[in-house]
Nanobody, 114 residues
């Protein structure tokens, strides 16, 4: 069974940091690009960061310089390191594999608030 399991979310103050993890099934991880998406209340889901199997990355403008996406092929896991968090980063964060664009995990809630 193909799986995506996100973790690491929580409540953090503005300016704080979090690291999100997404464990994926090997069949949808090894040779595929992976992405982190987020969906805030009342808004559409948006792509935040993407990393290819070769390690090439790209980011939405609003997180450039603050977020870093990485992947560990030995663990079939993709990470999102988030720093200098802002209230507008509050959302449910999801990971996704380009092998299965329509398949999503349960997501992990990130709340940035004082």
């Amino acid at each position: 069974q193909v799986q995506l399991v996100e973790s690491g979310g929580g409540l953090v103050q503005p300016g704080g940091s979090l690291i999100l993890s997404c464990a994926a099934s090997a069949s949808i991880f090894k040779t595929y690009a992976m992405g982190w998406y987020r969906q805030a209340p009342g808004k559409q889901r948006e792509l935040v960061a993407r990393i290819t199997s070769g390690g090439r990355t790209n980011y939405v403008d609003s997180v450039k310089g603050r977020f870093t996406i990485s992947r560990d092929s030995a663990k079939n896991t993709v990470y999102l390191q988030m720093t200098s968090l802002k209230p507008e980063d509050t959302a449910v964060y999801y990971c996704n594999s380009e092998a299965r664009p329509g398949q999503w995990g349960q997501g992990t809630q990130v709340t940035v608030s004082s």
